[in-house]
C-alpha cells in the first residue's frame, strides 16, 4: 500500500526535495499542504506529517497540538524540520508527542532513512496479526473514515471462512493457522490481478475475518478471482480421505458425530456511493447483513448489496 506522506509549507519549497530523494521508493508518495489547510489534510489520516516550520506562517507547537488533538491522527508520526536551535523552543514541540525534531541545514540521507526508518517501524506496529502481518482494525477504521471524509465511491469487502471451527477441531490449531495464512496470501493475490491494486486497502479483523477496501464500485471480478484461487488451492489443507467424502467429521458436545462441509470462502460486499454513508457503523450493520447472504450459500460464494 502507497504511504502517503504530507509536507507542510506555504511555499512548497520541501516538496521537491522530498520526490526527489524518494523517486526510486515506489511505495511513497509526497503530497505539499498549505498550514491553512491542515483541517482538510488530516482527514486524509496520512502515514507521516512532516512540518517546515521556517516555510508556515503559524506557530508550530499550536500546529503541533491541533495534529495530536485530532482523533484519527494521534498516532500518526510528526517531524518538524526548522533552523531555530532555541533547546527551549525545541522541547515545546517535543513535549507534544512530536516524534523527531530536525535542525537545519538537514543532511539529506539522514533525512531519508529517518522517514523510511519510522514509516517502517509504524508499519510493524500496526500490525494486529503477526500471523498474516495485515493492519488491524485501528487503521480498517480509519481507512474507512477517510473514504467517508472523501465522498468517494468505493465497496467494502467482508471475507470469512466458512465452517472454520469445524476445521480447527478436527485439524488443531496448527493447521487452522495456516489455513488463516493462506487465506490472507489468497486476498493479496486476487487483489494484485486487479487493476486497482495501488488503492486498495486489506485488513484482518480477526480470527478467519478480513476486509478489503476497493476504490470502485464494481468489484465482482475481484471477488471472482479470490474465490477462484481459494477454491483451487485449498484443498491441499484436507486429508485425501476427507477430499474423497466431501466433508468433515466433529463429534459435538453430546458425543454425537455431525458432518460439516469442507471450508470455504464467503464475501459480503457493501457498494458505498458517494453519500450513502456517514460512518463505519451503517457500514458495518449493512456488511453483517450482505455477508450473511453469502453465507447461506453452500460453498465459496459471494453477495454485493448494492441498495442506495
Known amino acids: ?8 509549507d506555504d ?30 489534510a488530516l482527514k486524509n489520516i496520512p502515514s507521516l506529517i512532516i512540518i517546515n516550520e521556517d516555510a508556515i506562517d503559524r506557530d508550530v507547537v499550536g500546529l503541533c497540538k491541533q495534529i ?42 539522514y533525512l531519508y532513512f529517518t522517514v523510511k ?4 517501524l509504524l508499519a510493524n506496529n500496526r500490525k494486529v496479526s503477526p500471523l498474516t502481518g495485515l493492519p488491524g482494525n485501528v487503521q480498517i477504521h480509519a481507512e474507512l473514515k477517510k473514504r467517508i471524509s472523501n465522498n468517494e465511491p468505493f465497496s467494502v469487502l467482508y471475507l470469512d471462512l466458512d465452517n472454520f471451527k469445524a476445521y480447527n ?13 493462506f487465506t490472507a496470501d489468497t486476498i493479496l493475490k486476487g487483489i494484485h ?30 471477488c471472482q478471482t479470490i474465490l477462484a484461487i481459494f ?38 460486499v457493501v457498494v458505498a456511493e458517494p453519500g450513502r454513508f456517514h460512518n463505519i457503523l451503517e457500514i458495518g450493520e449493512v456488511g453483517a447483513q450482505v455477508k450473511h447472504a453469502a453465507k447461506s450459500v453452500m460453498g465459496s460464494s459471494y453477495a454485493v448489496d448494492r441498495r442506495r
Open 1 to 8: 500500500m502507497v504511504q502517503e506522506i504530507y509536507i507542510i
Open 11 to 40: 511555499d512548497d519549497s520541501s516538496i521537491v526535495i522530498f520526490r526527489e530523494l524518494f523517486k526510486e521508493d515506489k511505495d511513497y508518495k509526497f503530497i505539499s499542504v498549505k498550514s491553512e489547510q491542515i483541517d482538510i
Open 68 to 109: 495530536r488533538r485530532d482523533e484519527d491522527n494521534n498516532i500518526t508520526p510528526v517531524i518538524v524540520v526548522s533552523s531555530n536551535n532555541d533547546k527551549e523552543h525545541r522541547m515545546k514541540i517535543l513535549k507534544e508527542s512530536i516524534e523527531y525534531y530536525i535542525k537545519k541545514p538537514v543532511d539529506e540521507e
Open 117 to 120: 526508518n519510522l514509516n517502517r
Open 169 to 181: 477441531d478436527v485439524y488443531g490449531f496448527v493447521k487452522g493457522d495456516q489455513i488463516i495464512e
Open 193 to 222: 490481478n486487479s487493476e486497482l491494486m495501488e488503492e486498495t486497502f486489506v485488513g484482518h479483523i480477526g480470527g478467519d475475518d478480513f476486509v478489503a477496501i476497493i476504490p470502485s464500485t464494481n468489484c465482482e471480478k475481484i
Open 231 to 268: 477454491d483451487n488451492n485449498v484443498k491441499k489443507f484436507f486429508t485425501e480421505k476427507d477430499l474423497s467424502k466431501g466433508y468433515i467429521e466433529v463429534e459435538n458436545r453430546k458425543g454425537i458425530i455431525e458432518q460439516f462441509p469442507l471450508t470455504s470462502l464467503s464475501i459480503g
